[in-house]
């Protein structure tokens, strides 16, 4: 369930892409989720500003299963900016689909993206965040790399999930 909420850091993100605006740089930010009624507001309110100003911003709200899907498809990378995480699905997700993340640096994102695919980077160092996207979007021999890493991943599933609980029992 994707949300915008101040626990997934969008507002860092958004500081990330205006700098990018500003350097010149090419990209489209895509983001998705629902708003958390309680601690959202004023994030949404900057993400449909910045949509409105700038073209390559765009928010697509609680989008359809189709319209995430299309996102994935044509996404050159995923950008999780989160600064607390129980799993941190959208990066399993993203190695899944072959499209190299982008993610903060947590010890359960680490677990998950330590196999290759993934940049990480400190979830409040602006500079380095852009620093890492910039070159993902620039840099096509970088990204081709972690394209590939990403698709020769073997990703756990329930059922592993399921056999290494019963070995602990």
Known sequence: DL?????????????????????????ELNLVGRMNPHFGARILR??????????????????????????????????????????GL??????????????SDLPVLRESGEGGGCVFTKADDREAWSDAISKILTDDLFCAE???QAKARKLPTWADAAERSEERV
Do not use: M
């Open 3 to 27: 949300i915008i909420e101040p626990r997934k850091n969008q507002t860092l993100l958004l500081d990330v892409a205006e700098r990018l605006i500003s350097r010149g740089v090419n990209f």
């Open 46 to 87: 900057r993400i449909k500003k910045l949509a409105a100003t700038y073209p390559q911003i765009r928010y697509h709200g609680a989008a359809s299963d189709e319209v995430v899907a299309e996102l994935w498809s044509s996404a050159r990378a995923c950008v999780f900016p989160t600064l607390a995480e129980g799993c």
């Open 90 to 103: 959208p990066l399993l997700e993203s190695i899944a689909r072959g499209v190299p993340c982008v993610a």
């Open 146 to 148: 972690l394209v590939t």
